[in-house]
Structure formats: structure tokens, C-alpha cells
């Protein structure tokens, strides 16, 4: 069999249940969408922690798994347990173990854990009334890195794989009014079929990364939903919306945009499912010049849920990328997802706001959320900025592309951001992949992932940025022959003329040779400088070089016909274990225009100034 169409059977074991129901992002059986409009219980705060590089708490000596045991030993760790007399042997008690904070990586937080890849276990007690008997109660995670399993009082409620997307389990029947006993086991083990693999060029940050909470619902709620504009109807917005509860089937769900005056009232069908469309005859349309929203609100029964939307057009055509059916030009920069206050992952607004402030003061209308989903606050405030957003998943370099699981894993990734991000305007492109070798089996796993996102939301473009060559062996002039061009919407690649390649005045003599009618956007370019550090300009590591480094590339780039955009590489300088070059690097990716410390260098306004002549 194929590899892709046995990729493809296993594809629709996996996520058939989601194209089953509407063919679209929305599905069952999960925490509802847009958890901070609910009833919430952040669980935010100091955790107890054991690192466990052994799994001592999770295998016994013979390598069995606790949690696979009728009646698990007290030896493991999810049972929380403690000696039930003076006499009793455990070699291991939460109570009386450190503490670290939740959200937040483990490798910021505790020097001794600053390169450490492992399990980490964390245990946290809470006591929970519900506001309603009759509700439901759903553990939900903003994200955990990369591994981990989940256990209630006692009991293994599930687990997940990937590191940068959020999931969740209900609880309802577990809970306890005191002394809940929640066990995580986090493991950020980089595994070779793993998304990412082995290896990456940015800092394995392990932990509960971003936020936990306890999210309470009546018992048939809106769990899903999405509304945007319709692409072949203008002035027409379109949506679904998907209940869950007993008496989700044939139920009614009023569908509101008072500052449109508009309703509707749809019916669902026995999946708890329903479509609308609603003409609109006036709607201010979002865009990056103005970032209009709309309060949405859906309810139905005890629930009710709202949601600020903004609606838009993304389409390409021919060359052009067009916003509302107009050409827009995407002045861009990639971001890492680090906090340049605190250091180690971002995950606060206050994160959010800082990274996307200097964006905006760089002159963007785009960033590029390197390489793995951002939180949700990035992707919200993007949104209320009017900052156009690429959101990838962490298919990165040398990919296991054989391996059935590795696909499921990545088209899990996909499934739960496009799930989460389906209702933020500000996202127009989801990538598939980021400068993978070419080969059959990588080519048809990239597809396959396209046809999946395609399938799960016609609404937004796609790309990855590709691989570059020489056209006909000629280094001099380079060109895209990366067979995924023929699948993706835009032409995106990164090109490191005057850093991997040359020194910055080779970009010179390159000229650009692109046969593909698409848009073209160059996904990363830029080059290393020490913050501070000066001399002339083609000393490697100043600021100089940089810049100069800068305005050649600039010159370069703006001489292919198609350029539509771009996001140099990269706003930030960001935690690398691959950069390790004495005080210069010191395990730091020197990229950034601006350093870790906040300070711009002078390459920053080289690239503003360009910014300035693309308005
Ligand atoms: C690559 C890669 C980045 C990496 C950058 C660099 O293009 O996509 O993740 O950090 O080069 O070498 O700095």
C-alpha cells in the first residue's frame, strides 16, 4: 500500500470522526472553543514537582507501567500517596517536595533544570464546587511540552503529544468537592518520530507552558462553532455551530450580531450540529488598516457564548495576495515565542503586548509565529492590532516522513490549531512545514497535511517555506523547484545570501529566476550581530555586518517581480543549544533585531526604513 493512502485510511480512522461531522474544524468530544469567555478556575499558581529522568514514578523495575495495573502500586507517582504507617516504605512524597510555578517552562524557572530533558512530574491539590449540579466540568490545558499524561484522584484521564496546542479532558464525573489530587507527567524528550524530531534551532522548553483551568458548562453547551465570511457570497457571513449534551439533537441555537442588528435561529440535527448563512447589507470588513470586529453571540438553552470576530477575505491571485480583493503587501518579522522580559516561554498578554508592540514599531502589518503554535493571546491580540498572521506547526528540517504516527501527530497539531484559531481574522496563512529535505515521502506527507488543512478550513491560504536552488547548477541564479510548490497558495522560502552563503555584497550578483505565477514571500532571511558590539561592516557579529547584511539582502529581494512579502529572520535574539560561540553567542541565536534585553540593534531601522517605502 502507498504510503499515502495508507497515511490516508489511517488519516481518516484518526480525524475521519472530524470531516464526518462537518467537513470542517469544528468536532466532538472536546472542551468548548474560546475558553475565555466561560465560566473558568485557573489553576494557576505554585505546583509541587519530582524530576524523574528514570520514571521511577511511572514504570516499576521490570519496566511495567503503573498506570496499565488493575491496582497500581502506591510506588506510583499519579497515585499521590503516603506511607500508611511509620513502617511503610515510599521513596517518594509531593509534600514534601519544591515547588515551581504553572504556567511556565521548567527550564527558566529552576537552573537545575536549565537544559534538562526529561519527565517532570507536577502535583497539584484543589477543592471544586460546582456552581450547578447538573453542569459539567473540563480540565483544560493551554499547552504542555511536549508529552503527558493526566491523572484525577487516583485515576488516568488521558493524555497528550504535542507541545504547542491545547487539549482537554472532562471531569465532571471524577471531581470531588476538597483534596482533588491533580498528576501531571510532563515529558519533553526530543524523540526522532517526534514533531519536532531530534533536531531544532531553538531551546526544548519543557513544562505546563501555558495555562491550566477548570472549565464549567451547563449540560448541553456550545462546544464549537465558527463564523466568518462567505468567499463566494459578498455580504453573506457563514457558520456552524455544534452542541454537546444530551439534548443537543434538534435543539435550537440563536445566532446574534447586535451591532448588525442581525439573528437567526438555526435547528440542529441529531449530531447536534447546524450551518447558517446570514446576508449582511452593511459590514465594516477587517483588515490591517482596520481591525473591525464583531461581538457574536450564540446561545441556546442555559448556555450562551460570545466571541469578538472579525470578518475578511484572503485570496491570491496570480501574483498578488489579496486582502478583501485588495493587493496587500505582507512586512513582516518572525518571532519566536519567548518572553523578552522574563526569559523562557512567553505565554502572559503582557508577553503578547511587548512582542507585537515592537513588532508594529518595526513598521509589520505580519509575523511570522516561528515555529510551532503561539499561545492564544498572541493570535487574539493579533487580531484587535490588525496584525496579519502565519501560524505553523513544528514540521521542522528532517521529519520521520514514514512513520504513520509522526503524520497522525502533525495532523493532530494542525487539527487542534486550526480548532482554536478558526475565528481570529488576523490568521491568513497556515504553513505546513518549514525548510524540509525534499523527497517523494516528504512531498506526499506536505500534501496529504494540505489536504487536510484545505479540508478543515477553505478560508485561508497555505504555504511552507521551501526549499531554494540553483537553476541549472548555477549558483547565481536561484530559483524554486521544490515539487510542494505546485500544492501551496504562496511561494515562501528562506535565503541566508551573506550569512550561510557569502558575505553580504554577494546578494549582488544573485538574481531571482521564479517560473511559478504565485505570490512569493521570503519566510527568512537575516544574519547574526552582538548587540553593542562595533566595527566595520564586514566584521562578522557587529551590528555593522548586520546592517549591511540588511540593505544588500533588501536590495536583492525587491528586484523579484513577484515579491508579495516577507519576515526576516528574526524580531528577537532567542535561547539556542546550537549557538554556543563565547561571548558572542553564549547559547543564544544572535538573528534577532532586537537583543534579548530589549535593545534594537542597528540593523532594526534598516529594515523599518525599507518598511516605510511599502506603505
Ligand atoms: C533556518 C531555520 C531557523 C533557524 C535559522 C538560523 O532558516 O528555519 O529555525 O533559527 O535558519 O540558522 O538561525
Not at 504547542?164 to 471531581?175: D, G, N, Q, R, Y
Not at 536552488?469 to 524554486?480: D, E, F, V, Y
Not at 510548490?485 to 545570501?497: E, G, H
Amino acid at each position: 500500500m502507498a504510503i499515502s493512502t495508507f497515511r490516508a485510511s489511517l488519516l481518516k480512522g484518526f480525524l475521519g470522526y472530524f470531516f464526518l461531522l462537518c467537513g470542517s474544524s469544528i468536532s466532538h468530544g472536546q472542551t468548548p472553543v474560546n475558553v475565555y469567555d466561560r465560566c473558568s478556575t485557573s489553576l494557576e499558581g505554585y505546583w509541587k514537582y519530582i524530576v524523574d529522568p528514570y520514571e521511577n514514578g511511572f514504570y516499576n523495575y521490570r519496566l511495567e507501567a503503573f498506570d496499565e495495573q488493575d491496582n497500581p502500586s502506591k510506588n506510583a507517582f499519579f497515585t499521590d500517596s503516603k506511607p500508611a504507617d511509620r513502617s511503610e516504605l515510599l521513596e517518594y512524597d509531593f509534600d514534601l517536595s519544591d515547588s515551581i510555578y504553572v504556567p511556565g517552562d521548567w527550564n527558566s524557572q529552576k537552573e537545575k533544570l536549565f537544559y534538562y530533558e526529561g519527565t517532570v512530574w507536577y502535583r497539584r491539590h484543589f477543592d471544586y464546587t460546582k456552581q450547578d449540579s447538573s453542569n459539567r466540568v473540563f480540565l483544560y490545558f493551554g499547552a504542555v511540552n511536549n508529552r503527558c499524561h493526566v491523572y484525577l484522584n487516583g485515576i488516568k484521564i488521558g493524555q497528550h503529544t504535542g507541545g504547542f496546542t491545547p487539549f482537554s479532558f472532562e471531569v465532571t464525573a471524577l471531581l470531588k468537592d476538597t483534596g482533588n489530587s491533580l498528576v501531571v507527567k510532563v515529558d519533553n524528550k526530543r524523540i526522532k518520530e517526534g514533531v519536532p524530531t531530534l533536531n531544532t534551532d531553538w531551546w526544548n522548553y519543557g513544562g505546563i507552558t501555558r495555562e491550566v483551568s477548570l472549565v464549567e458548562t451547563p449540560e448541553t453547551y456550545v462546544e464549537d462553532y465558527s463564523v466568518h465570511l462567505a468567499r463566494d457570497k459578498p455580504g453573506t457571513l457563514q457558520g456552524s455551530v455544534l452542541l454537546n449534551g444530551s439534548l443537543k439533537a434538534g435543539r435550537q441555537v440563536q445566532v446574534r450580531i447586535p451591532e448588525l442588528q442581525k439573528s437567526i435561529q438555526v435547528l440542529t440535527d441529531d449530531k447536534g450540529m447546524a450551518s447558517f448563512s446570514l446576508p449582511v447589507d452593511t459590514l465594516r470588513l477587517w483588515s490591517d488598516q482596520d481591525p473591525k470586529r464583531y461581538k457574536v453571540i450564540l446561545s441556546t438553552g442555559q448556555d450562551s457564548v460570545s466571541e469578538w470576530i472579525g470578518f475578511r477575505n484572503i485570496s491570491v491571485k496570480g501574483r498578488d495576495i489579496l486582502l478583501n480583493g485588495r493587493p496587500v503587501f505582507l512586512k513582516g518579522i518572525s518571532i519566536h515565542e519567548e518572553s523578552p522580559v522574563r526569559k523562557g516561554r512567553a505565554h502572559t498578554r503582557e508577553d503578547a503586548r511587548i512582542l507585537l508592540g515592537w513588532a508594529r514599531e518595526l513598521g509589520c502589518n505580519f509575523v511570522r509565529l516561528a515555529h510551532y503554535p503561539h499561545n492564544e493571546h498572541m493570535v487574539r491580540l493579533a487580531d484587535s492590532l490588525g496584525m496579519l498572521v502565519w501560524e505553523e506547526i513544528p514540521v521542522y528540517w528532517t521529519i520521520a516522513w514514514e512513520n504513520p504516527s509522526t503524520y497522525n501527530n502533525a495532523a493532530k497539531q494542525l487539527n487542534e490549531v486550526i480548532r482554536r484559531d478558526k475565528n481570529r481574522a488576523s490568521v491568513i496563512i497556515w504553513s505546513m512545514a518549514n525548510e524540509t529535505p525534499t523527497s517523494p515521502t516528504r512531498t506526499q506527507f506536505l500534501t496529504d497535511l494540505a489536504t487536510l488543512t484545505r479540508s478543515l478550513d477553505p478560508t485561508r491560504l497555505i504555504s511552507a517555506a521551501l526549499e531554494q536552488s540553483a537553476l541549472n547548477g548555477n549558483p547565481k541564479i536561484r530559483t524554486i523547484e521544490d515539487n510542494f510548490a505546485r500544492v501551496v497558495d504562496i511561494l515562501s522560502f528562506n535565503q541566508y545570501i551573506g550569512w550561510y552563503d557569502g558575505l553580504p555584497d554577494k546578494a549582488r550578483e544573485i538574481s531571482w529566476k521564479i517560473e511559478q505565477e504565485k505570490p512569493v514571500f521570503i519566510s527568512e532571511f537575516g544574519g547574526g550581530a552582538k548587540q553593542g558590539l562595533h566595527g566595520d561592516k564586514y566584521t562578522r557579529w557587529t551590528e555593522e555586518y548586520q546592517e549591511f547584511l540588511y540593505e544588500e539582502n533588501l536590495k536583492m529581494l525587491s528586484g523579484i517581480e513577484q515579491l508579495r512579502g516577507m519576515s526576516p529572520w528574526i524580531l528577537v535574539d532567542f535561547r539556542s543549544p546550537r549557538r554556543m560561540l563565547p561571548e558572542i553567542q553564549d547559547g543564544w541565536n544572535r538573528k534577532g533585531l532586537i537583543s534579548e534585553e530589549g535593545i534594537k540593534k542597528k540593523a532594526f531601522y534598516s529594515l523599518q526604513k525599507y518598511y516605510l517605502t511599502k506603505e
